[in-house]
């Protein structure tokens, strides 16, 4: 891809477009009261999604843009865990009773963190106030490097079925710039008991971008993780925003390879992943071609939820837990992102809903366009429009950024059908910031 498009169009302030709208353009007037009552107005026998976030971890890493804290003692953990607890149950007390639940997702953090016992206990109160499906998938993130055999058991016999693990880069140099030293045979191990104990469904996690990585250290990480043979990756473009996220100015900036570098990289692991077998996902996943998003993606029905891509299909996720996002049918809500906050929330006996976003009809019709977008890397306005009972031209027109996009040969666009070029799909994030009128602030009539 030319440098002057990736200058032009590679602007790291633009949304990942997980969700739309963003957690950005979320509002304080969306509270605890408001969650409450559109938890009751969830159907009573239509499946969800929870998501539980761990913010603790036993090191920070440098490059990571999540609301964490290192602790080295247990009693944090321990408060946490009952505050959790106590959210899980005002949450069931206000949904529908028995809610089928169809994925779970532990994230962090490094939720592996919690003692086994504990652990077990959070998933049998879920099972508890909700009702599995007998497919259900339940996911956990791990750190390598603060695995035990008693938490491999522990997960086995808590039921899960898929390990997301944090590798980021083999790379020594590079590990030790972003404080994750971690080296191939202690995540090989990992990978070999989880396997052992019928967990084979694995995930991992890899960066570019970060400081002294260089497209031969991100093809060798790359083969080092195929040689593991995960189910999929996630090959993110480390953010930096040291202005936001303090721990990154630990990091050195002069290190960083510049948006040319970065595409180079990004192409290059794309390349080796691929050449091994895998289906490349939307911007920036990739999956054996048995795996359940590439099953999603050749059936058209991939999704994008606030962990990235997905192949849930349900409507309405659960957050639990400090800054967790819920999607629900009325809207989003994200809760107290500060631990003390938080805790003061739920020791009160509400919900801890800090902010939050009611989906009007135009915001449900941009979301359809965005998420097509982001999985498929093209989107039927027309189509869409109709289904949402919208007039294509005038939301056409209003996406202001499409002329430009089409001239230096982003897209093509014929009768109202948007398709990215297969060579500018790191650019997707602007073709997609094209509806976002949040954005632009230019309504539809």
Request: hydrophobic fraction near 40%; proline fraction near 6%; charge should be positive.
């Amino acid at each position: 891809m030319q440098t002057s498009l990736l200058n032009k169009y590679c602007d790291a302030r633009l949304p990942w477009y997980t969700i739309y709208p963003t957690v950005r353009d979320f509002s304080a007037m969306v509270g605890p009261k408001i969650c409450e009552t559109w938890l009751r107005r969830l159907p009573p026998n239509e499946p969800i999604s929870l998501y539980l976030h761990v913010p603790f971890c036993r090191s920070i890493c440098w490059y990571c843009g999540f609301p964490t804290s290192r602790t080295r003692s247990e009693r944090p953990i321990r408060n946490y865990l009952a505050a959790l607890k106590d959210e899980i149950r005002l949450v069931a007390e206000q949904a529908p009773p028995a809610l089928p639940v169809n994925d779970v997702h532990f994230g962090g953090g490094t939720p592996t963190i919690i003692a086994p016992t504990e652990f077990l206990g959070v998933m049998e109160l879920l099972r508890r106030c909700f009702a599995f499906t007998k497919s259900a998938t339940i996911a956990v993130e791990i750190d390598p490097r603060a695995f035990t055999a008693e938490m491999v058991e522990t997960l086995e016999a808590a039921g899960i079925s898929r390990a997301s693990i944090g590798v980021q880069s083999f790379d020594p140099v590079v590990q030790r710039t972003v404080n994750r030293v971690q080296s191939d045979v202690q995540t090989a191990s990992v990978v070999e008991s989880l396997r052992r104990h019928g967990i084979r469904r694995i995930n991992f996690d890899l960066l570019f971008g970060l400081p002294h990585q260089t497209v031969r250290s991100c093809v060798d990480s790359a083969r080092t993780a195929l040689a593991m043979r995960p189910d999929r990756l996630a090959v993110f473009g480390y953010a930096h925003v040291p202005s936001y996220m303090k721990r990154q100015r630990q990091i050195d900036e002069t290190a960083l390879p510049d948006d040319l570098a970065r595409a180079e990289q990004a192409a290059a692991i794309a390349d080796t992943l691929v050449s091994a077998g895998y289906r490349q996902i939307g911007l920036d996943h990739f999956a054996l071609p048995n795996d359940e998003l590439a099953l999603a993606q050749k059936a058209g029905r991939l999704r994008r939820n606030s962990l990235g891509y997905s192949a849930d299909t349900c409507k309405t996720v659960i957050g639990l837990g400090p800054s967790a996002v819920g999607r629900l049918r009325d809207g989003y809500v994200q809760n107290e992102i500060a631990a003390a906050s938080y805790h003061q929330h739920i020791r009160a006996g509400r919900l801890a809903t800090s902010k939050g976003h009611y989906l009007s009809a135009e915001d449900r019709l941009r979301a359809a366009i965005i998420e097509r977008l982001m999985c498929d890397l093209q989107a039927d306005v027309p189509a869409i429009c109709a289904a949402h009972r919208f007039d294509p031209i005038p939301l056409l027109n209003s996406a202001n950024r499409l002329g430009m996009l089409a001239e230096d040969g982003i897209v093509e666009i014929e009768e109202g059908f948007i398709r990215v070029k297969q060579e500018h799909r790191l650019v997707i994030r602007a073709v997609a910031a094209a509806f976002d009128t949040y954005l632009d602030r230019t309504p539809v009539n």
